[in-house]
């Protein structure tokens, strides 16, 4: 499947879900891809809070939700999660 992938830099943290929220755009289509925060503090440390650690791994992260997308791991809300 060839898809037109990106990834704006509107993340924000969402303090209801306790993730880093993130759009892509897929072929002109809004999607949201999030990542708890306790993933990103596993992942990265945690002496940064989740959100600058996505900015400073927006690459890495961005790598991993485009394969997920990809794969077509979206739940049933339409999210891509990523752990």
Avoid: Y
């Avoid at 929220?21 to 596993?42: D, H, K, S, W, Y």
Wanted: charged residues 30%; glycine residues 4%; hydrophobic residues 40%.
């Amino acid at each position: 499947m060839n898809q037109a992938i990106q990834f704006p830099d509107r993340e924000w943290w969402d303090e209801n879900i306790s993730a880093v929220c993130f759009p892509a755009l897929v072929n002109g289509f809004q999607i949201t891809c999030a990542m708890r925060g306790e993933a990103i503090v596993r992942r990265f440390g945690e002496h940064q809070d989740p959100l600058t650690h996505f900015r400073l791994n927006r690459w890495d992260i961005e790598d991993e939700a485009e394969q997920a997308i990809k794969e077509e791991r979206e739940d049933t809300q339409g999210w891509v999660w990523l752990s």
